[in-house]
């Protein structure tokens, strides 16, 4: 039978290399023989820790991504990035009366940005500058909710001039403000319940059961 695969050239870790057409960088790079485990997680473009660096063919743009979900293409120049360094501040915030305050003592670079725009290589495509300047100008709530899809890849940190680790930054903010909020009253109820152990005859029923007895409540769980 006729092998019908499409193979591309591709420049990995500057190698020029022939691969079957359809793979991810990560997928291409074990294609070829490389143990490339550093920088490997999930597979699934949540955990942030293939970061790759690379330039598309007729580009002179070096853009950055994941390397578990760039699909290397005809001309792909690609390397995957180093652990880059970025200062995460040591803190207890629950002993903390008001964090959002001492938000500069513990990021006093926050305060340096100067709205330069280079940490706007998010794979996520978050406006980190953006994200920056809310920061910076003390709108707390706007930076956090536009920080909700950071996967902590450090990308943004790696192109800071002024060592800025926005993801951190932005972390802190998140975690202060949510001490700032009430405490939900469903999560309050919830943890309450599972504090007093409510579910455990359920659980235990569920344990015992056989797997089509599984399939069955599950099927009757999805009608609901
Ligand atoms: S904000 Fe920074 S650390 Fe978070 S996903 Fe984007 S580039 Fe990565
Ligand atoms: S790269 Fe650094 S200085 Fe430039 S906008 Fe981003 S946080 Fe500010
Ligand atoms: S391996 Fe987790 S995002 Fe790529």
Same mark, same amino acid.
């Given at each position: ?7 591309? @050239?591709?420049? #990995?870790?500057?190698?020029? @290399? ?7 960088? =990560? ?7 490389? !143990? ?18 690379? =330039? ?9 991504? #994941? ?28 002993? %903390?009366?008001?964090? #959002? ?12 940005? *100067? !709205?330069?725009?280079?940490? *706007? ?10 994200? %920056? ?5 003390? !709108? ?8 909700? !899809?950071c ?34 009253? *469903?999560?309050?109820?919830? #943890? ?20 089509d ?5 599950c099927?009757? %769980?999805?009608?609901?």
């Open positions: 039978m006729k092998n019908s695969t499409k193979f591309i @050239i591709v420049e #990995l870790e500057g190698r020029k @290399i022939r691969i079957p057409q359809g793979l991810t960088v =990560i997928e291409a790079l074990w294609d070829t023989g490389y !143990d490339v485990k550093r920088g490997i997680g999930c597979l699934s473009g949540l955990c942030g820790a293939c970061t790759v660096a690379f =330039i598309e063919k007729g580009s002179t743009k070096v853009k950055f991504g #994941l390397g578990c979900q760039k699909v290397a293409e005809e001309g792909l120049n690609v390397i995957m990035m180093p652990c880059f360094p970025s200062r995460a501040a040591r803190y207890a915030m629950e002993a %903390m009366a008001h964090p #959002l305050e001492e938000l500069g003592a513990h990021y006093p670079e926050l305060y340096t940005c *100067n !709205d330069c725009g280079a940490c *706007n290589v998010c794979p996520e495509w978050i406006n980190v500058a953006g994200v %920056m300047k809310f920061a910076k100008d003390g !709108d707390y709530e706007a930076a956090a909710s536009r920080v909700t !899809d996967i902590m890849c450090g990308l943004c940190a790696s192109r800071c001039p002024r060592s800025i680790a926005p993801q951190y930054v932005a972390l802190y903010i998140q975690r202060a403000l949510a001490r700032e909020r009430p405490f939900p009253p *469903n999560l309050a109820k919830r #943890l309450a319940q599972v504090e007093s152990l409510a579910y455990e005859t359920e659980w235990s029923r569920i344990a015992a059961m056989g797997d007895e599984l399939k069955a409540l099927a009757a %769980m999805e009608g609901l």
